[in-house]
């Protein structure tokens, strides 16, 4: 009996080891992906900070030196159709922002974010929030600070961007944290596009090569003889 037993195992093992080998050997999916640990637009700029697009993975423990921004670790990785982006004890005092951790993910043309012990003076802010949760909090000595949870947008080649957090102060100054963005992609190759429409260009329509530009053939009599009547 234990015998059998231990065969038995054995053959489920198997068999749930399959479609893992199978998955190994499928064509790598389509689509793209790109993501940033944090950007700001403003009186205080900062690019892109760290940027990753394509297939890449990037670590940083610090800023360039800014006036605006504090944080410990960003972290960014990229692959097709797939990227997330997360940051580390983030400091933004000239908007009484803080927050252990911040990650927006984007995979298959969906996204989502996650904040962990994130607040706005004493606001604290949504663990998941619904996509694109905009808030305007009052902060004293700071006036009204203006903030988009979750921020989602479709791009015009159909990605799909979604931003964790960002931030818009009375002076114009922006600040976004955590960015990913990626397309849905299939699996294999895409198909190839019939003869004509790998340029863009229209199909033309079939001619007849005898018959000139802009005439119409000339019609072919049918011989035969019509019955009369009376």
Do not use: W
């Not at 989502?112 to 808030?135: C, F, H, K, T, V």
């Amino acid at each position: 009996m234990r015998l059998t037993r231990l065969a038995a195992s054995a053959a489920i093992a198997g068999a749930l080891a399959t479609p893992l080998a199978l998955t190994g050997t499928a064509s790598a999916a389509t689509g793209t992906g790109s993501a940033f640990g944090l950007a700001a637009t403003g009186l205080v700029a900062i690019p892109q900070t760290p940027a990753v697009t394509a297939t890449a993975d990037k670590s940083l423990v610090s800023l360039p030196a800014n006036p605006l921004i504090d944080v410990k670790v960003l972290h960014v990785t990229a692959k097709p159709a797939f990227a997330r982006a997360s940051v580390v004890d983030l400091e933004v005092a000239k908007a009484a922002l803080t927050a252990h951790l911040v990650t927006a993910t984007c995979k298959g043309g969906t996204g989502a974010s996650n904040l962990a012990d994130a607040r706005i003076g004493d606001r604290r802010l949504a663990a998941y929030a619904a996509p694109n949760s905009a808030l305007s909090i009052p902060v004293q000595g700071l006036g009204t600070v203006g903030v988009t949870l979750n921020k989602q947008v479709r791009n015009l080649d159909g990605s799909l961007t979604v931003t964790a957090i960002e931030v818009r102060l009375t002076d114009a100054q922006t600040i976004s944290v955590s960015s990913a963005t990626c397309s849905a992609g299939t699996p294999g190759r895409p198909p190839t596009p019939p003869p004509g429409h790998a340029t863009g260009k229209p199909i033309p329509a079939p001619t007849d090569p005898t018959t000139p530009p802009g005439q119409a053939p000339k019609p072919t009599p049918v011989p035969g003889n019509l019955p009369v009547t009376g």
